[in-house]
């Protein structure tokens, strides 16, 4: 069974949707659940970190851990054709070492 | 805002070329990383490297691969003799703690 599990979609919306992103993980040691945004060809901008269960927001973006459910999601309210990226999930141990979803592929149409 | 440069943004090299692939982390992050992308695949990690030394590393980080902080700024992955297979995009990152790591704008490696 994979480490951390995304479904590449692509995943098509209109402008003004909500998102809903999400992984599932298999190794419960991990301490660090973030999502990254990632243009073509471009390196991974952070987005949004958390240490444990529970929501955290930030803007039109919410991310959610179900640490026993070994589940995280990310919510985008409101969704922007700027939007328009591949979303990873990554999750993190002890020295660092994130591993990485496949990534999810967003189009925004306007 | 900060940020992690990474030099060249693109190199093509001959197969078993030796390439030096250089960072400049944020400046107050204790944590230096590289990952690399394969086109269309996973981020994946290479190796962590803190207080000078390296912290961990993966399968994929052999022999062939070293890394470096030669000064108080720069922080250097090289790759002695490249494969065809070491062909992706090298991400250089840095945090100031285990969980927000920043990552690089990437060096595109083709090798030939």
């Known amino acids: 069974q994979k480490e951390v599990e995304q479904d590449p979609g692509p995943l098509s919306v209109p402008e003004g949707a909500i998102v809903s992103l999400n992984c599932t993980y298999s190794?419960?040691?991990?301490?660090?659940f973030m999502w990254y945004r990632q243009y073509s060809r471009k390196g991974p901008e952070l987005l949004m970190y958390?240490?444990?269960?529970g929501n955290k927001e930030d803007g039109r973006f919410t991310a959610q851990v179900d640490k026993s459910s070994k589940y995280i999601s990310l919510f985008i309210r409101d969704s922007q054709p700027s939007d328009s990226a591949t979303y990873l999930c990554?999750?993190?141990?002890?020295?660092?070492?994130?591993?990485f979803g496949k990534g999810t592929k967003l189009s925004v149409k306007p | 805002e900060p940020e992690v440069t990474q030099t060249p943004s693109h190199q093509v090299t001959q197969m078993g070329q030796e390439v030096i692939l250089r960072c400049v982390p944020i400046?107050?992050?204790?944590?230096f990383y590289w990952y690399r992308q394969i086109l269309g695949q996973k981020v994946e990690f290479l190796v962590s490297?803190?207080?000078?030394?390296?912290?961990?590393k993966s399968e994929i980080f052999d022999d062939q691969f070293s890394v470096e902080r030669p000064d108080g700024s720069n922080f250097t992955l090289k790759i002695r003799s490249t494969k065809l297979e070491d062909s992706a995009m090298y991400f250089c990152?840095?945090?100031?703690?285990?969980?927000?790591?920043?990552f690089g704008e990437g060096s595109w490696l083709t090798v030939v």
């Open positions: 490297f803190y207080n000078n030394e390296i912290s961990e």
């Open positions: 958390t240490y444990s269960s």
């Open positions: 990152a840095s945090s100031d703690d285990l969980g927000t790591i920043y």
């Open positions: 400046s107050n992050h204790l944590y």
């Open positions: 190794n419960s040691a991990f301490q660090y």
């Open positions: 990554a999750l993190g141990g002890s020295q660092g070492n994130l591993i």
